[in-house]
């Protein structure tokens, strides 16, 4: 069966269901998208038919290539708050809520937001010629939640690098350091996603719910206020002159001119 709600279609095969994104140009994520990725969560949670949850996108050459940055500048700080408790801290907690295992099935582009998008589920797949990384520092942000999730995978050292150079990373690399569970070309990510889907999808629903909420009790509940902690960040740097210049220049495709400040 398919339908759609808002932005990402809705569709079962062999008890897995596939959330579609299809925000186009390049699947920014605002409030109506993400509000659409959590309705579709939720849906399937609920759905008896489901055993196992895809996010993926329909848009060609992108998975999420970040946030809307003009709805970042035009809403001003306290809007900005409203959208990082949305994006961050409501999906982690619907996320550890699921009864289902959640797979992420990066078939292009993710930066960003894509990236944060891809991190909160449980696997993922990524294409073998996707450009994945947290470029957020070179236009005046910092890829926050990132903070709380990078070091816990890949070490200190590592993930200082690659969150503050704001390098594009091979997906290969983050496979090796365990940010990706597995790595094929574009064709194979979502038949991928779906083998792996089937395989939680034919376990015993009640053992998985149990199973699952105790895995996500036994690793994230601190993950979660570290999360909370980088909201404040976020929105403090959100007041600072090279902020506001760097998403501006971003968005008039020029350098930034940074002051300090």
């Avoid at 999420?64 to 809007?79: E, I, P, T, Y």
Wanted: proline share 5%.
């Amino acid at each position: 069966m398919t339908d759609e709600i808002e932005r990402v279609t809705y569709a079962v095969t062999d008890r897995v269901a596939v959330l579609t994104m299809q925000h186009p140009p390049v699947n920014a994520v605002d409030m109506e998208q993400i509000g659409a990725i959590h309705a579709g969560l939720k849906r399937a949670d609920a759905d008896p038919n489901v055993g196992a949850i895809v996010l993926t996108s329909a848009v060609d050459g992108y998975f999420c290539a970040g946030m809307d940055l003009k709805m970042v500048q035009r809403g001003g700080v306290a809007a900005f708050r409203r959208f990082l408790e949305t994006f961050y801290l409501e999906t982690l907690d619907i996320q550890h809520r699921l009864t289902k295992p959640t797979i992420t099935a990066i078939n292009g582009t993710a930066l960003g937001a894509g990236m944060t998008l891809s991190i909160t589920s449980d696997v993922l797949i990524a294409a073998d010629d996707a450009r994945l990384g947290y470029p957020e520092i070179n236009v005046g942000v910092l890829p926050a939640i990132h903070f709380a999730h990078l070091p816990r995978i890949a070490g200190r050292h590592r993930a200082f690098e690659y969150l503050f150079t704001g390098d594009m990373l091979p997906p290969e690399s983050l496979r090796e350091i365990g940010v990706i569970n597995h790595v094929v070309p574009v064709a194979d990510v979502l038949p991928k996603a779906m083998e792996i889907g089937r395989k939680f999808a034919a376990k015993s629903p009640a053992i998985m719910a149990i199973g699952r909420r105790a895995f996500s009790r036994a690793n994230d509940l601190d993950y979660r206020r570290d999360v909370a902690n980088q909201v404040e960040m976020m929105c403090a740097l959100m007041g600072t002159g090279d902020a506001i210049e760097g998403l501006t220049a971003f968005t008039e495709k020029r350098k930034p001119r940074w002051t300090g400040k």
